[in-house]
């Protein structure tokens, strides 16, 4: 498994290794957007491990942007016929020559700096990205697709101790910040109404905020900038209170999640993805960190944000989710918070050198 971290490579096993029907996917093909992505990428490096160990026959098409980039990734898989390119922009149509039986669609602008510096480039790929996915599949007749949604498209909710599946809060559309998940939430509809007018066999996994290694240099989510922090030997300087209780999930988590409802959940359904071992707040995930670390002698101090950050704040206020749904189709999330977030300070060390 070439260009990656040691720390990745130890999740990547994990995924393989997970007690997941991979039966149902032997000898298909998987059509997966966003491959280069955090998300995509642990899925098909997965994938390709689980052929290389088991024989499961699954082959990729990799749909990406920069096809340089993507045979970086995983150039000895497309050597070895397990994997092939698509290389366009999601917004424009796909062709349909080349079938596949599951569509993975992970790609989405997932940064708060994109939503808002590109707020109309994010809502055009999320929506017609999506649109031109669900015209492949319906065109190719795939088995099943699967569209990766966000905690986002709840809102802010109010009261609640925890959300299911079936409540939704207030979105402000006026706000910029909105552009990402009013669009996905569009999204979701738009895969419901394919899904009724056209037969198609479609699940939605609603990601909570997601961690772990294998996060792109220069994310600018808390998740990835405060973990480099530690490593560097700085102090978290954080630009809120942060005192919104949300669900984090760790990225070998998430991915068996999503594994889990596109194998096993059933048609037309949304469920969560959530890990009931990562509920925290923003300042609580800055406290972790210092805490996990003492012998660094760092701390956590606020400071006020520029207004170009202050864009990219979301906008939800407490967000914990049920994973009840989920956890009843067979899934449970293994990684804690303290174990996860010093998996990711151990790859930012490890890239250090």
């Not at 066999?201 to 989510?221: A, C, E, H, T, V």
């Not at 999640?257 to 959530?274: H, R, S």
């Amino acid at each position: 498994m070439a260009d990656m971290t040691n720390t990745v490579r130890g999740e990547i096993e994990k995924i393989a290794a997970a007690p997941l029907s991979w039966e149902k996917l032997s000898g298909k093909t998987l059509l997966v957007t966003g491959a280069t992505g955090f998300i995509g990428s642990f899925i098909i490096r997965a994938l390709m491990l689980k052929n290389e160990r088991d024989g499961l026959g699954v082959k990729v098409i990799a749909l990406v942007r920069s096809e340089d980039k993507a045979r970086s990734l995983y150039g000895e898989y497309e050597e070895k016929g397990m994997l092939s390119f698509l290389v366009q922009d999601v917004c424009e149509a796909l062709p349909t020559d080349r079938r596949a039986d599951f569509v993975i669609h992970c790609a989405s602008n997932a940064a708060p700096r994109e939503y808002s510096l590109y707020p109309v480039e994010t809502m055009k790929t999320n929506f017609f990205g999506t649109m031109n996915l669900l015209d492949y599949a319906k065109a190719v007749e795939a088995e099943s697709f699967l569209y990766v949604s966000t905690i986002e498209i709840y809102g802010t909710t109010h009261g609640l101790d925890t959300i299911p599946e079936d409540v939704y809060g207030e979105i402000d559309a006026m706000k910029i910040r909105s552009c990402y998940p009013l669009s996905k939430k569009g999204c979701e509809t738009l895969c419901a109404s394919y899904a009724d007018e056209y037969g198609l066999d479609i699940k939605i996994g609603r990601l909570s905020y997601i961690f772990g290694p294998g996060m792109k240099p220069g994310d600018s989510k808390i998740v990835a900038l405060f973990p480099k922090c530690i490593a560097d030997g700085e102090n978290i300087v954080m630009k809120s209170k942060g005192e919104q209780l949300r669900s984090y999930t760790y990225v070998t988590d998430a991915i068996t999640g999503l594994l889990t409802v596109l194998l096993e959940g059933k048609n037309g359904e949304a469920y969560n993805i959530a890990s009931k071992l990562c509920i925290t707040t923003i300042a609580g995930i800055a406290h972790t960190l210092v805490d996990a670390y003492p012998e660094k002698g760092l701390k956590v101090i606020f400071d006020l944000p520029t207004e170009q950050e202050a864009k990219g704040f979301s906008l939800i206020e407490n967000a914990v989710l049920s994973s009840e749904k989920l956890e009843n189709l067979g899934w449970q999330p293994e990684t804690d918070l303290v174990t996860g977030l010093k998996k990711v300070v151990e790859e930012q060390i490890e890239l250090k050198g």
